[in-house]
């Protein structure tokens, strides 16, 4: 069974970074583009940042552009979301997605249980 | 950038009652490129359906897809008491944003 597990998140101050993780497991982490999605308390779901299989293309969400970095280590089965300069409007749960198809924009078929950013001083 | 409005916001239903959530466009969407999701409490979500009508792997047949361009509907065909949950409507035309709609919750009646 595919498996994803974030970790990473916790409270920091505004302005402050934080570096989250996603552990992928059971299925050949290389061959798939990867997504970032978040869900701040109570809300809905917002698209972060994807980023293709060989780290070729990346896209970001207008809001976190120049403050948040993707990327990913095919060889430890592994994908990062660097946040840097982050706001109160960041406090989320931040949730990693296998992306299904061909397109880094198709549908996230599997996804990880979420980890908790919250930005408050 | 493609606005998405789903409809209704809340619906009360009652199992074995027939489920029809709609999600509108501001724009049409390429190639039916739809897709719904369903999220539980305290849960991550799960795809339901994409390409508009197909079902994703282990997605039971009372749920379907239908529609095109604009207008797109998840029907569920006879509400099993797990299916009382929140529904996402996500387009994912060929260049991003990646969109999601706000929601409806389906509750029981």
């Known amino acids: 069974e595919v498996q994803l597990v974030e970790s990473g998140g916790g409270l920091v101050k505004p302005g402050g970074s934080l570096r989250l993780s996603c552990a992928a497991s059971?299925?050949?982490?290389?061959?798939?583009?990867m997504s970032w999605v978040r869900q701040a308390p109570g809300k809905g779901l917002e698209w972060v940042s994807s980023i293709s299989s060989s780290s070729s293309y990346i896209y970001y969400t207008d809001s976190v552009k120049g403050r948040f970095t993707i990327s990913r280590d095919n060889a430890k089965n592994s994908l990062f979301l660097q946040m840097d300069s982050l706001r109160a409007e960041d406090t989320a749960v931040y949730f990693c997605?296998?992306?299904?198809?061909?397109?880094?924009?198709?549908?996230?078929?599997?996804w990880g249980q979420g980890t908790l950013v919250t930005v408050s001083s | 950038e493609i606005v998405l409005t789903q409809s209704p916001g809340t619906l009360s239903l009652s199992p074995g009652e027939r489920a029809a959530l709609s999600c509108r466009a501001s724009?049409?969407?390429?190639?039916?490129?739809l897709a719904w999701y369903q999220q539980k409490p305290g849960q991550a979500p799960r795809l339901l359906i994409y390409g508009a009508s197909s079902r994703a792997a282990g997605v039971p047949d009372r749920f379907s897809g239908g529609g095109s361009g604009t207008d797109f509907t998840l029907t569920i065909s006879r509400l099993e008491p797990e299916d009382f949950a929140l529904y996402y409507c996500q387009q994912y035309g060929g260049s991003p944003p990646i969109t999601f709609g706000p929601g409806t919750k389906l509750e029981i009646k």
């Open positions: 724009q049409a969407v390429s190639s039916s490129y």
């Open positions: 997605a296998r992306v299904q198809g061909y397109t880094l924009t198709s549908p996230m078929d599997y």
């Open positions: 059971e299925f050949t982490f290389s061959g798939y583009s």
